[in-house]
């Protein structure tokens, strides 16, 4: 009863604080600049200060604030030019919408795209040799916006005034620190920008995934419930396999609630502590491994058709470990420090493990799965044959699912490769943890406790068809039991399995 009071007061607390923080949570995300060095891109030098969604607002709550940004040049840029000059380099500030890309540089006579306006181009085009070329937008001819921030004399920095820009735009917004002087190689970056949706500091992509949260908590708590009430009232008849469950559901209602409010920290905020994001992505990655150990071990007959796992015991579990930390270091790529809504190169080649290592799985699953509805049938145990042919449908649903998410998920990043689409690339990611809980829920109903838990469990007994020899003796006269123990006799079953059934019959009468 301890136990369950535990559980209890853990439940209510978390849907307290989701009710509570869903009510209202105060109101995008810091972009942090120390010393960021510029890099050489063609004939530029360039900083990318970050790459978001915003939503637009007509009452200034969506904007752009540059804080406290320098510029630091080095001393032997600064000494090429006279004590007193008005203009000893130039550091532009562009930002643009991703639809105003092409607004951006200029290509002279078809060539190679340039970002500073060349000699050729500004014959061409009519821009300022040595600066970013902008080309106004169809649409609003204040956008792309640039700054300019000029060196003065010999100072080794320059400062940009704390400036904020308004969003009436709704779209993908990327600023760049751009340098089109070759003698300011080597210059750095220092400062903030902060950038603010109507609702808070969660950038666009990210700020939906605050929502479906919530729900998915909220989901993971009602079948904590409904698993936990079974779980308390048949207690006595629990298998192994169910304690595994209960163990699979906790940490899903755990890593769902630590995302919500993970979330709901950084938009609260707008800042992203390595130490919270990194929490959560662990335990996502002990959900995830033990999620499919559990898939694996219920396909290989465990606690079923066999007690133990016997000598694939160290296999799985060097898969489980080698499956944990390919998982873990894809996931800390992907969201431990991540603000921009443009995922890092270095998750395609991360992703290449884990997808093996899943690939892997999906073969030995279905293998085991085989091999264990074989036995199933030699035994003629209809029930759990019943059981391991529902969830073998349910797997191969699960797989033709993923398979054409994978389709569309490569689809929707080959069309959109300057995230235009990012109000709906929230989805990408919320599908799969949609499809581990439905699987999870079939897993629930397949293996609910009950009364009748340990007919499913693994018996040393031969496992006859009970079901079928119940029915058998339910609708035969008690005269006629003889008659049908001896046609078994005949047939040429052992002594031994009459034996059981006397004991069992005596038992009735």
């Given at each position: 009863m301890?136990?369950?009071?535990s559980?209890?007061?853990y439940?209510?607390?978390?849907v307290?604080?989701?009710a509570?923080?869903?009510?209202?949570?105060?109101?995008?995300?810091i972009?942090?600049?120390h010393?960021?060095?510029?890099?050489?891109?063609?004939?530029?030098?360039?900083?990318?200060g970050?790459s978001?969604?915003?939503v637009?607002?007509t009452?200034?709550?969506s904007?752009?604030?540059f804080?406290?940004?320098?510029?630091?040049?080095?001393?032997?840029?600064?000494?090429?030019?006279?004590?007193?000059?008005?203009s000893?380099?130039?550091?532009?500030?562009?930002?643009?919408?991703?639809?105003?890309?092409d607004?951006?540089?200029?290509?002279?006579y078809?060539?190679?795209?340039?970002?500073?306006?060349?000699?050729d181009?500004?014959?061409?085009?009519?821009?300022?040799?040595?600066?970013?070329?902008?080309i106004?937008s169809?649409?609003?001819?204040?956008?792309?916006?640039?700054?300019n921030?000029?060196f003065?004399?010999?100072?080794?920095?320059?400062h940009?005034?704390?400036?904020?820009?308004q969003?009436?735009k709704?779209?993908?917004?990327n600023?760049?620190?751009?340098?089109?002087?070759?003698?300011?190689?080597?210059?750095?970056?220092?400062?903030?920008?902060v950038?603010?949706?109507?609702?808070?500091?969660?950038?666009?992509r990210?700020?939906?995934?605050?929502?479906?949260?919530?729900?998915?908590?909220?989901a993971?708590?009602?079948?904590?419930?409904?698993?936990?009430?079974?779980?308390v009232?048949?207690?006595?008849?629990v298998?192994?396999?169910?304690?595994?469950?209960?163990?699979?559901?906790?940490?899903?209602l755990?890593?769902?609630?630590?995302?919500?409010?993970?979330?709901?920290h950084?938009?609260?905020?707008?800042?992203?502590?390595?130490?919270?994001?990194?929490?959560?992505?662990?335990?996502?990655a002990?959900r995830k491994?033990?999620?499919?150990?559990?898939?694996?071990?219920?396909s290989?007959?465990?606690?079923?058709?066999?007690?133990?796992?016997?000598?694939?015991?160290?296999?799985?579990?060097?898969?489980?470990?080698?499956?944990?930390?390919?998982?873990?270091?894809?996931?800390?790529t992907?969201?431990?420090g991540?603000?921009?809504?443009i995922?890092?190169?270095?998750?395609?080649?991360?992703v290449?493990?884990?997808?093996?290592?899943?690939?892997?799985?999906?073969?030995?699953?279905?293998?085991?799965?085989?091999?264990?509805?074989?036995?199933?049938?030699?035994?003629?145990?209809?029930?759990?044959?019943?059981?391991?042919?529902?969830?073998?449908?349910?797997?191969?649903?699960t797989?033709i699912?993923?398979?054409?998410w994978?389709?569309?998920?490569?689809y929707?990043?080959?069309?959109?490769p300057?995230?235009?689409?990012?109000?709906?690339?929230?989805?990408?990611?919320?599908?799969w943890?949609?499809?581990?809980?439905?699987?999870?829920c079939?897993i629930?109903?397949?293996?609910a406790?009950?009364?009748?838990?340990?007919?499913?469990?693994?018996s040393?007994?031969?496992?006859e068809?009970?079901?079928?020899?119940?029915?058998?003796f339910?609708a035969?006269p008690?005269?006629?039991?003889?008659?049908?123990?001896l046609?078994?006799?005949?047939?040429?079953?052992?002594?031994?399995?009459?034996?059981?059934?006397?004991?069992?019959?005596?038992?009735?009468?």
């Amino acid at each position: 009863m301890a136990a369950s009071t535990s559980v209890s007061e853990y439940l209510i607390v978390v849907v307290s604080l989701l009710a509570i923080s869903a009510v209202r949570s105060a109101v995008a995300s810091i972009h942090t600049y120390h010393r960021d060095p510029f890099r050489e891109v063609g004939s530029s030098y360039l900083v990318s200060g970050g790459s978001e969604g915003i939503v637009a607002s007509t009452n200034a709550t969506s904007f752009i604030q540059f804080q406290n940004i320098t510029f630091l040049r080095s001393r032997a840029a600064a000494d090429h030019h006279p004590i007193v000059s008005h203009s000893s380099g130039l550091v532009q500030v562009v930002l643009f919408e991703a639809a105003d890309r092409d607004n951006i540089g200029g290509s002279p006579y078809g060539g190679q795209r340039s970002i500073c306006c060349t000699a050729d181009l500004a014959k061409l085009e009519g821009c300022k040799q040595g600066e970013v070329i902008r080309i106004p937008s169809a649409n609003d001819n204040n956008w792309p916006i640039v700054l300019n921030v000029h060196f003065s004399g010999r100072h080794m920095a320059t400062h940009l005034k704390n400036t904020k820009i308004q969003i009436t735009k709704t779209g993908m917004y990327n600023l760049f620190f751009i340098s089109c002087d070759p003698e300011l190689k080597g210059m750095t970056l220092s400062g903030r920008t902060v950038w603010k949706n109507p609702d808070g500091y969660l950038p666009g992509r990210m700020a939906p995934l605050m929502k479906f949260y919530v729900i998915m908590s909220l989901a993971y708590v009602l079948l904590c419930v409904i698993w936990f009430v079974q779980y308390v009232r048949f207690s006595d008849d629990v298998l192994h396999l169910q304690h595994w469950i209960t163990i699979v559901i906790a940490l899903g209602l755990f890593e769902t609630s630590l995302w919500y409010f993970e979330y709901a920290h950084f938009n609260n905020t707008g800042t992203r502590p390595v130490g919270i994001t990194t929490w959560v992505v662990t335990i996502g990655a002990i959900r995830k491994t033990l999620s499919r150990l559990l898939i694996l071990c219920v396909s290989m007959g465990y606690g079923v058709v066999r007690p133990t796992l016997g000598g694939f015991t160290a296999k799985v579990m060097l898969l489980g470990f080698t499956y944990f930390l390919a998982s873990e270091l894809l996931n800390i790529t992907e969201y431990v420090g991540t603000i921009n809504d443009i995922s890092g190169r270095a998750r395609v080649f991360l992703v290449l493990p884990e997808a093996l290592l899943d690939a892997f799985l999906i073969l030995w699953i279905f293998t085991s799965l085989s091999k264990t509805l074989e036995q199933l049938q030699v035994k003629r145990s209809s029930v759990k044959l019943d059981i391991y042919r529902k969830f073998s449908n349910a797997l191969a649903v699960t797989v033709i699912a993923s398979v054409a998410w994978i389709g569309y998920e490569v689809y929707f990043k080959a069309t959109d490769p300057f995230n235009e689409r990012w109000q709906r690339g929230w989805i990408i990611s919320a599908f799969w943890d949609i499809l581990a809980l439905l699987l999870l829920c079939v897993i629930c109903y397949l293996w609910a406790p009950s009364q009748s838990s340990q007919r499913y469990a693994y018996s040393e007994k031969g496992d006859e068809d009970e079901e079928e020899a119940q029915t058998l003796f339910s609708a035969t006269p008690k005269g006629d039991i003889n008659l049908v123990k001896l046609e078994r006799r005949d047939s040429g079953e052992g002594t031994h399995d009459f034996d059981e059934e006397d004991e069992e019959e005596s038992k009735r009468e």
